[in-house]
């Protein structure tokens, strides 16, 4: 069965600094990850996917993710922090032995400081 | 346009009683579902639909009953509401699920507080 481990539930960067998420996830076939974000008092939205195309993925808001086979990890950066970039970051796998079904990290809640 | 809609967005109720949630997708998808998110922000899938026909039931309590009329619609209905239910209650479609994996397009949730 899939699964999602990210580490770290807050991360606090300051203002212009370098955004780094970690997750690492478990699959027996070849995974489909993605990353969600959350703004407060919202649904989710999608970030970025990895389809099994290129492995840096580049997604909305200058976020970008490196899937690294060997690592199992599915990192997010984001060379440099905007204020509007606080929000709520989940990870989530999904392969076809579940049904397609999406498993979602614990998420890491992203505070900037000015 | 709101692409996934739910209603209500506050629900606040006693223990015991019965309500419902109720979801609305205008993107033409085919398969929607039921997130349950709790108070540390986990979020864990409760149910799935692809065109009216239900290919993903989790562990849930028996109290909670899907129904989706079409495909552009997927209710909940609660019975029996215990405290342990309050949580944020998300939809979400996407396409066809039984074709592959898809991103999936959230609703802005519902907030479900049981006193």
């Known amino acids: 069965a899939q699964s999602v481990t990210q580490l770290g539930s807050h991360v606090s960067v300051s203002e212009g600094a370098l955004v780094l998420l970690r997750c690492n996830y478990s699959s027996s076939v070849p995974p489909y990850l993605f990353w969600y974000v959350q703004y407060p008092n919202q649904g989710l939205q999608l970030l970025l996917k990895?389809?099994?195309?290129?492995?840096l993925v580049k997604g909305i808001n200058g976020f970008e993710a490196e899937f690294k086979k060997s690592e199992t990890s599915f990192h997010l950066t984001k060379p440099s922090a905007h204020m509007s970039d606080a929000a709520e970051y989940f990870c989530?796998?999904?392969?076809?032995?579940?049904?397609?079904?999406?498993?979602f990290g614990a998420g890491t809640r992203l505070f900037v400081k000015a | 346009d709101t692409a996934v809609s739910q209603t209500p967005k506050y629900l606040v109720t006693q223990m015991g009683n019965d309500k419902s949630i109720k979801c609305e997708q205008n993107l033409g998808h085919d398969t929607m579902y039921w997130y349950k998110q709790d108070s540390k922000k986990f979020l864990k899938i409760m149910f799935s639909y692809n065109n009216k026909e239900l290919i993903i039931n989790e562990t849930v309590p028996n109290r909670f009953s899907p129904k989706s009329p079409d495909k552009a619609h997927l209710n909940l209905h609660i019975n029996s509401l215990e405290l342990g239910d309050s949580a944020v209650y998300f939809c979400?479609?996407?396409?066809?699920?039984?074709?592959?994996?898809?991103?999936?397009?959230f609703g802005p949730g519902t907030r479900l507080l049981v006193l």
């Open positions: 989530a796998v999904s392969d076809s032995t579940g049904g397609f079904k999406t498993i």
């Open positions: 979400a479609s996407s396409q066809a699920i039984t074709q592959g994996v898809k991103t999936q397009y």
């Open positions: 990895y389809t099994s195309a290129a492995t």
